[in-house]
């Protein structure tokens, strides 16, 4: 199992420029997140989705739009780069499908290895 | 409003030694809370959760404990090594929704 795969690993965009940053599980995992980290900060839930066709707003969605049509993929749209956007961005999958976990509620969320993006 | 703390200064340890990392938070009450620990360039990995209704959870060298009345976690990692360097992140789960909260991380430096 590859796990949670990004793409791509390092990006640079200039003002006003938009991108998807894509994200792939291959766990059966219903919940997908997205997240951003700026240096020495933790990690803030930009949006979250708990099944194909389910997205929601988290702590910092403004400037971000995603979309989940399959339960393995759920891309991240940046329309209008700004430098505040100037970041590293993780994606994160829980909660298997099926299986022996299936339906607990306290699972770990598998992290891919970050998009690290820059808006000049 | 909530608040996640981890200490911002970096530890700096002898090897062999315990490591002992600390998460305090305020205006919570999470269900459970997890550690994870992160590398440089990579994502963070899973390694303990510990629920509000456990004192104590260990695995191999790691150990947590979870005090709910002082609102906070202890990390330990006894006989450390190098290889245990890494920033460690504590983050919090409110609710049965999978949602969580990171703190900012502790980097955990093991010189040998």
């Known amino acids: 199992n590859a796990g949670v795969t990004q793409t791509p690993k390092f990006r640079i965009l200039k003002i006003g420029q938009s991108m998807t940053l894509q994200c792939t599980q291959d766990?059966?995992?219903?919940?997908m997140y997205w997240y951003r980290q700026d240096p020495g900060m933790g990690l803030k839930l930009i949006y979250y989705s708990v099944g194909a066709g389910i997205t929601d707003k988290g702590e910092v969605p403004n400037g971000y739009n995603v979309s989940r049509s399959t339960t393995e993929d759920f891309p991240l749209r940046l329309e209008l780069a700004a430098p505040s956007q100037t970041s590293v961005y993780f994606c994160?999958?829980?909660?298997?499908?099926?299986?022996?976990?299936?339906?607990?509620?306290?699972?770990?969320?598998?992290f891919g290895d970050g998009t690290r993006l820059s808006i000049l | 409003s909530q608040k996640i703390e981890q200490n911002s200064e970096a530890l700096n340890i002898q090897e062999g030694k315990t490591a002992t990392l600390t998460c305090n938070y305020t205006?919570?009450?999470?269900?459970?809370l997890q550690w994870y620990r992160q590398d440089p360039g990579r994502g963070p990995v899973f390694l303990l959760l510990i629920r509000e209704n456990e004192k104590e959870k260990r695995k191999e060298r790691l150990k947590v404990t979870f005090d709910t009345t002082l609102k906070q976690s202890l990390f330990h990692i006894t006989a450390s090594q190098p290889a245990d360097s890494a920033t460690y992140l504590c983050?919090?789960?409110?609710?049965?929704?999978?949602?969580?909260?990171f703190g900012g991380g502790t980097r955990l430096m093991v010189k040998p």
């Open positions: 983050a919090l789960v409110k609710n049965a929704g999978n949602m969580l909260t």
């Open positions: 205006n919570y009450s999470p269900a459970y």
């Open positions: 994160a999958s829980s909660y298997p499908t099926r299986g022996q976990f299936s339906g607990r509620l306290d699972q770990p969320q598998h």
């Open positions: 766990m059966n995992h219903n919940y």
